[in-house]
């Protein structure tokens, strides 16, 4: 079975600090995990994947995750927040080769000036 | 590119009536698709998985008289809402995954409003 909780409903951060928005899963098996961005009224786009390759994935606009498996956690960090990052952020997982994934409650992510 | 695409991406309409939504794998063949809703605020649900040449496999809860779902050809996926009525009101978005890849895609969404 698996499951992905994301620890907070809302962050809010300044503009130009750190970015850190929680998220942990369960699986039975090695997991194929994601973070994913959704705009207001927009689609979703991949911001980054992990595979079991390298445990500190690198994403776009600057984002990267740490798969940790001790911790069970695959937290997004981002050094300097950009107004333009306020969005929802879904973490996502999945088993290898399994077509069903399951999406975390998301992130609410707000940028302040 | 888009590599899924999905049409329309508003639709409008009034209740009772029904409406059909389309989901395209652009760039690679795909056997199975899926679609999911999203209420304001709330994250995707899983609502069904369409297979190419056979019946769908509707989640707990998900009536399957109502969203019928048809994957005619390996490039598409429809999921026609049937009777709409407000509380359909959603977001609905599918996802393709590309097995050769082992990726996966999702469609821009389509945003239906029920008046």
């Known amino acids: 079975a698996q499951s992905v909780t994301q620890l907070d409903s809302h962050v809010s951060v300044s503009e130009g600090t750190p970015v850190l928005l929680r998220c942990n899963y369960s699986?039975?098996?090695?997991?194929?995990l994601f973070w994913y961005v959704q705009h207001p009224n927009k689609g979703l786009q991949l911001l980054l994947k992990y595979t079991s390759a390298a445990t500190l994935v690198k994403g776009i606009n600057g984002f990267e995750a740490e798969f940790k498996k001790s911790e069970t956690s695959f937290h997004l960090t981002k050094p300097s927040a950009h107004m333009s990052d306020a969005a929802e952020y879904f973490c996502v997982v999945s088993a290898w080769r399994d077509d069903k994934i399951i999406f975390g409650k998301g992130t609410r992510l707000h940028i302040l000036p | 590119g888009a590599v899924v695409s999905q049409h329309p991406s508003r639709v409008i309409c009034k209740s009772g009536t029904s409406v059909k939504i389309e989901c395209r794998s652009l760039?690679?063949?795909?056997?199975?698709m899926f679609w999911y809703r999203q209420f304001p605020k709330q994250s995707l649900m899983l609502m069904a998985t369409s297979n190419e040449g056979s019946k769908a496999t509707y989640e707990q809860g998900v009536e399957k008289d109502k969203f019928l779902i048809n994957h005619a050809s390996l490039t598409l996926s429809t999921l026609t809402v049937t009777s709409a009525h407000p509380e359909d009101s959603s977001f609905y978005i599918c996802?393709?995954?590309?097995?050769?890849?082992?990726?996966?895609?999702f469609g821009p969404g389509t945003r239906l409003t029920v008046l």
């Open positions: 996802r393709v995954r590309d097995l050769s890849r082992d990726e996966q895609f």
């Open positions: 699986s039975s098996y090695s997991p194929s």
């Open positions: 760039d690679f063949q795909a056997t199975t």
